[in-house]
């Protein structure tokens, strides 16, 4: 009997979770501690939680490491645990049908996994298992060997940009904030929504990089600025501290340098807003997040009127990184101008939903045909909206541009937090445009005139053409709109507001002046343009039509053919869906 | 040396100024007689940002003037087309959102968002959609809200909160439902001092007292003094029909145009029937009008008669902080010269 270890890692991320990865952990520890397991195999077999590896449509996802050979298996669910624990770690024998197909395997490959190469192998709830993967030596390096200006002559050189959403160069604001002579100096980390997975799957990176930022800079205090709702992150945060606190890493006289570090929570509430960095720090002070005016930037007068950097938790990540492997191999990947790795989450019609990391420069060709395995149902694909709410629309034609910061604002778009949506041939873009400028004017701050009402103004006028009461005029105020907002707005928020709505009208025009001019919707979506019909020819009068039909708007006798009243329909679609013969006709 | 480190100098509209550093582009172009519109700004609270009214053109990108700091070899324009045309659409989108009332409304006449809008000629909004509707409920006596007439300036929660610090309203929901209101929307109790509606640009926040009695022309202004305390606050009285309606201050005065609840709403016994307008003298039990000098005959009388009977420190005399300063010396001078008494005294002590 060999007598390595066997691994089970259950992935425990928001998606796992979701999917019913605690009930699959229990039940793989019950199984084997329980039910004499231990007896037949020894004492080598222990289930452990994991972070998210991005596969997201697959959880729950769980690996068997057994005798060295990892064997991952795919949605797994209380009941198959059984199976998986007999037939392989007492038996030896994987079971393939159960195991993730060739679409893991190119999901993952295409990725360049820096940050979020951790995530999924280690427990994020263990430092020991952190620091086996060379944890807080970069931190100790870096105040151990380094001065804090050679840390930042580091970060400089790597040219790690904010991977937030503005894109300024790391190395460049840590540089003016530690010129600035004033003391106490902050040093923030916003936890965003799409920093999660690396606050579950990792998260003393995020300390490490957060700590090696206050001693670059001189801060003594660090916040963890993320919302109080992400429990599962502001736990295993939570955790991390607590740990490194115990080791040292964290408090007074940090490594023996005499340097003194704090890390406090600040909990932030349901604000897209709060992502903005100056809105971030009213929020820690109390107050309501409403961006401050600029300049004084924030390295200069920052939090509590203080000198303060803001990173997101992915910029972070990345400086352990730099730190330990040198910030000349992280400028080797990447592009001229973006170096290293992004992360994105994709989604939308794309058949491999996840969690990714690329480097930068890899074009939307292979990130959506590659790692996302394309579109779902083999679809054409139409767009992808890129950098979050604010970001903009691509079209296909544009499937080979590198993403980089430069060529996404190139095109009117942002890199952002990292948003990537992939529509296909049934979205309509005006409908999708609209979906976003609902949520921008929902999470405006409320505080200037151009964001406030004209995110507004451009929700309303974007309605009217869906609903087909649209006129060309519109279409010159929604411009008119878009340039007093970019022009005039207080923040980012505002200021990227109209980059949906000007992508998409600029690459899809044909399709706003379908809505205005022939009252259609070419991908019928856009309810009050679209007309349900039956096409007689095919109709076989089975009457299903009729059974699903909540608005009884179908008549029709068995085996004669059928009519849709539109005056009574509602547009629902079930009859579409319902019909197995095609017969019944969007138009 | 030191001083002349921080003077700066840039042009504005080709016209060359040099200026303190840290001086704003608005101070620095009001300094020469270049008017840029406002509406968030407010000389005596900090900066806003918030109605983007007051932008110029910098290097060819339009910044907020109230908000930018001038620097040297800077050269700003005011006024050119482009910015005016942004100007233009920007007050167009708080029109847009604003009730077109202005035959009805109190501050017509002296609404900083109707000057704007007269002057950029705006009848109809380029932009339009819906309008925020709210209902008017507030119980108080003193203030009406009417926050469908708000443009979300701030300069109310400022004043509230750096003048008056009472921090009785802020901002609550977010986007275009965006209010400015007390805690959990309830009935403004506060300290009633008015100031917000000091401040307030447009019709959004008015005296209630005031309603309906007169807007401002017709009416006749009168510069006096505040009767309530020896602050001696400067207060302009408006008079319509030989009536107060309305009192303001001047900006460029000792309280630097700022008022408390007394000197902003309570000059109504100006008008008042119960209001004493000639002495009482009391006779055979009954209080009746007499004259001014038939009253001082009278107390003068009695002062000497218990002086001369009891002594002098059987009386005894109060006086008021609503006195002058003056009027104070001159009162316990009386008693202790006059009368002969130390027994005098005065709600704030001599």
Redesign the interface.
Known sequence: MSSQPIEIKVCLGTSGSAAGGEEVLRMFQHRISEQGIEAQIGRRCTPKKVGCRGFCSRDVLVDIIRDGNKTTYQSVTPIMVERIVQDHIVGGTAIAEWTVTDEYASFHEKQHKIVLGPCGEIDPESIDEYIAMQGYLAARKAMTRMTPDDVIDEVVRSGLRGRGGSGFLTGEKWKVCRREEQHPKYIICNVGEVNRPLAEGNPHAIIEGLLIGGYAICASKGYLYIRERYHRSVERLRIAIEQAREKGFIGPNVFGTGFDFEIEFSFGTE?F?CGEETALMESIEGK?A?PR?R?PFPAVQGLWGKPTVINNAETFSNIPIIIGRGGEWFSSIGTKESKGTKVFTLSGKVRNNGLVEIPMGMSFRDIVYGIGGGIEGDKALKAIQVGGPSGGIIPTSMLDLGLDYENLAKVGSIVGSGGMVVFDEDDCIVSVTKFYMEFL??????????C??????ML??LTKITEGTGGDEDLR?LE??S??MA????CGLGRSAPNPFLTSFSHFKDEYLAHIRDRKCPAGVCTALIIFSVNEEQCKGCGLCKRVCPAKAIAGEVKKIHLIDPDRCIKCGACFRACKFKAIKKQ | MEKLKNIISLTIDGQRITVQSGTTILAAARKLDISIPVLCHHPKLTATGACRVCIVEVNGIPVTSCTTAAEEGMEVITASPYIENLRRDIIDLILSDHPYDCMVCERAGSCELQELAYKYQIRTPVFRGERRIYPKRDGNPFIERDMEKCILCGRCVKVCDEVQGVGAIDYAYKGFQTKICPPFERDLSCEFCGQCITVCPTGALVSKPSLGKGRQQDIRKVATICPYCGCGCNLTLHAHKNEVIRTSSPKDSINEGWLCVKGKFGLSFINSPDRLKTPLVRKNGVLVEASWEEAFTYTADRLKQIRDTRGPDAIGGLSSARCTNEENYLFQKFLRAAVGTNNVDHCARY
């Open positions: 604000a807003i309501r409403m005016v300049p004017q929902r999470e405006s701050c409320g505080k200037c005139t151009p406030r009402v004209g995110t507004r103004r309303e006028l105020t008119r709109l340039g007093v022009a005039t707005s207080l």
